[in-house]
């Protein structure tokens, strides 16, 4: 056996501990998040060295914030495995229930998965956070991060593991595979005997590889090229205040702005407001020949490219279109099926905005920024699911369960 065969085997074995722990979920999951607090020193340690390479390696600023752990970012992982900790369980719920005509009983009730894995990119909270989850939910949980916060990883997953032995439960609830590989990543993503679900997280290649290549079945998240049109009812304080946190309260994460439209009858207006806004950190704007004309040289002119683009930088793509039916119509062209947002006086619009966007989140006068499973009060989540097969949005506890029937008779035959 390879070794990530070897990890799928011991996890497998864990997901058996798992089905019958109950609230002891709930103890190891405060275990993990003491241990977390009492080692935050030792982590931050491995995440400088992270950051070192990822300095060297010519990374972005924005990228490494993604990578960047610091007491408080610890202390916040801390406190979401306490919140997951407090989360009803997800697994014995009866989802339906009946009595048939010859007496059956049945139930459907949700079940553990089994073995999870995740792939993910530079964000080590996604390490703890994926393994609460996954643990409350019932599963055991193999995760693959990348290369550029492998030593934070594995300073989380052992502080885990360690916690996780303290309090009786198997080590290997949690694993991490070390070997940063594309060969180690290929082989999770077939290790059919093993795992159950594949869940991948970061940027389009990332995704894009694991749905291409993947023999397990997969939940595709992740990719957000999010929009937003400024329709000609719009308040337009509003509007630049939804976008400047739209796109420059975390630049890097899927939930943020990318694209803004602007309706021709109120763009001369709203433009120079707007960019003063953006002004404040230094975003740069990629227009349309309209807004390079309302703006000026100061405008990067647009390319094709620049609307497909999911920057995760300070960098906005924005167009200047003739009505709601040509924002949408760019909108179902360019969109990932994250999240996308109307600012809007007019009813009707908003209503046709929601009803015709065929996207996971559809705001109508609010920031994208709120596509988090905390902020929609799930507790947590392990990624926003972009498709629409088994979870669609923030993908909470409930999303990480599967279900199965149970029939209860008195010596029924057919």
Known sequence: MTVIEQMGASAKKASRFLINAGSSKDDALLAI?????????????????????????????????????????????????????NLADPVGRVLDGRTLKNGLKIEKVTVPMGVIGIIYEARPNVTSDAAALCLKAGSAVILRGG??????????????????????????????????????????????????????????????????NAKVPV???????????????????????????????????????????????????????????LDKKNVEIRGCSVVKAILGDCVVEAVEEDFANEFLDYILAVKVVDDIDSALEHIAKYSTGHS????????????????????????????????????????AEIGISTQKLHARGPMGLNELTSSKFIIKGNGQIR
């Open 33 to 85: 998040a003491k241990a977390l607090r009492a080692n935050s020193a030792e982590i931050i340690k491995a995440n400088d060295i992270d950051i070192e390479n990822g300095r060297n390696a010519g990374l972005t600023e924005s990228l490494l914030d993604r990578l960047r752990l610091t007491a408080e970012r610890i202390e916040g992982m801390a406190v979401g495995v306490e919140q997951v900790a």
């Open 219 to 277: 939940i595709e998240t992740g990719v957000g090229n999010c929009h937003l049109f400024v329709d000609e009812s719009a308040d337009i304080e509003m509007a630049k205040n939804i976008i400047f946190n739209g796109k420059t309260s975390r630049p890097s994460v899927c939930n943020a702005l990318e694209t803004v439209l602007i309706h021709k009858n109120i763009a001369e207006k709203a433009l120079p407001e707007i960019k003063a806004e």
């Open 340 to 379: 996308e947002c109307i600012v809007t006086s007019d009813y009707a619009n908003a209503e046709k905005f929601t009803t015709s966007v065929d996207s996971a989140a559809v705001y109508v006068n609010a920031s994208t920024r709120f596509t988090d499973g905390g902020e929609f009060g799930l507790g």
């Open 147 to 212: 290369k550029e916060a492998i030593n934070s990883n594995k300073a989380i997953a052992n502080t885990m593991r360690n916690a996780l032995a303290e309090v009786g439960f198997p080590e290997d609830c949690i694993g991490l595979i070390e070997d940063t590989s594309r060969q180690s990543a290929t082989e999770l993503m077939q290790l059919t005997e093993y795992l159950n679900v594949l869940i991948p997280r970061g940027g389009a290649g990332l995704i894009k590889s694991v749905v291409n």
